[in-house]
């Protein structure tokens, strides 16, 4: 079963340590990233990793709006720049290894070298229905 695990810049429940990431000291942002890279590799080695990015806070909406017209981009919404601050996409055997693994990331460190506890979003990928092939 395949879970995307995503963190928020906003749009979750606030976390324990809701100091933004742009107040911190260099090495707590140097121990955060340092966590999210050992948990990395902790993933990869059970076999569990698939893959994972951090986002730039740039970023565009654009939307086909039919041809010879130009693409429509930006509008007056937010965006996932605002949103999402990256992700993770792990591999396990069950919904209940995926939130053990999500409980586990949560606790990043954080301002002050305090653990986050900042709310993930664990979403399952969708997957086709097992087919009768009777």
């Known amino acids: ?12 429940p606030a976390s324990v340590n809701d100091t ?5 000291k260099p090495e707590e942002v140097s121990a955060h990233i340092q966590y999210m890279e050992d948990f990395k590799t902790k993933v990869e ?13 740039e970023g565009t909406f ?17 965006e996932t720049k605002d949103l ?13 290894r995926a939130v053990e693994l999500a409980g ?9 070298g305090e653990p986050i506890h900042e709310w993930l979003e664990l979403r399952p990928f969708l997957t086709m229905p097992p087919t009768d092939t009777e």
């Open 62 to 78: 654009v939307r086909y709006d039919g041809e010879q017209r130009p693409p429509i981009t930006d509008g007056p919404f937010l």
């Open 45 to 57: 080695e059970t076999g569990e990793y698939v893959d994972s990015q951090a986002l730039s806070p």
């Open 104 to 112: 586990e990331l949560s606790a990043a460190p954080g301002a002050g």
């Open 20 to 24: 933004p990431m742009e107040q911190w």
């Open 84 to 96: 999402i601050a990256g992700w993770m996409v792990i591999d396990v055997d069950s919904h209940e």
């Open 1 to 12: 079963m395949k879970y995307l695990m995503l963190k928020h810049y906003r749009g979750a």
